[in-house]
């Protein structure tokens, strides 16, 4: 299983970007998808969840201006609007609890998968 992580880039405070993340493989359930992000000297922090059932869980910073969705099982988004220089990180793509084809057997995984990362970079 591999994480693709796109659609950061440089934006202007009040700017938006969409994020998204391709979750490879066949996957037949997880329990959530979402997004992490690491500034600058800081530890890396949740920003949005989605799980199969769609609800959502938001740090804080995120609630009102950003929005995940998901695109079925391996596909999951972050809409950011209204961004702030204190945006500025790197976005990780993250899921866990991944049921998945793997070499023809199924496997059930409790492991945290990770994307690489995509930079957000918010001028003031």
């Known amino acids: 299983v591999q994480l693709q992580a796109s659609g950061g880039g440089l934006v202007q405070a009040g700017g938006s970007l969409r994020l998204s993340c391709i979750v490879s493989g066949t996957i037949f359930r997880f329990n959530a998808l979402g997004w992490y992000r690491q500034a600058p000297g800081k530890q890396r922090e949740l920003v949005a969840t989605?799980?199969?059932?769609?609800?959502t869980n938001y740090a804080d910073s995120a609630k009102g201006r950003f929005t995940i969705s998901r695109n079925g099982k391996n596909t999951v988004f972050l809409q950011m609007n209204s961004l702030k220089p204190e945006d500025t990180a790197v976005y990780y793509c993250?899921?866990?609890?991944?049921?998945?084809?793997?070499?023809?057997?199924?496997?059930?995984?409790?492991?945290?998968?990770w994307g690489k990362g995509t930079l957000v970079t918010v001028s003031s």
């Open positions: 989605i799980s199969e059932s769609d609800s």
């Open positions: 993250y899921a866990t609890g991944l049921t998945y084809k793997e070499y023809g057997s199924i496997v059930a995984s409790g492991e945290d998968y």
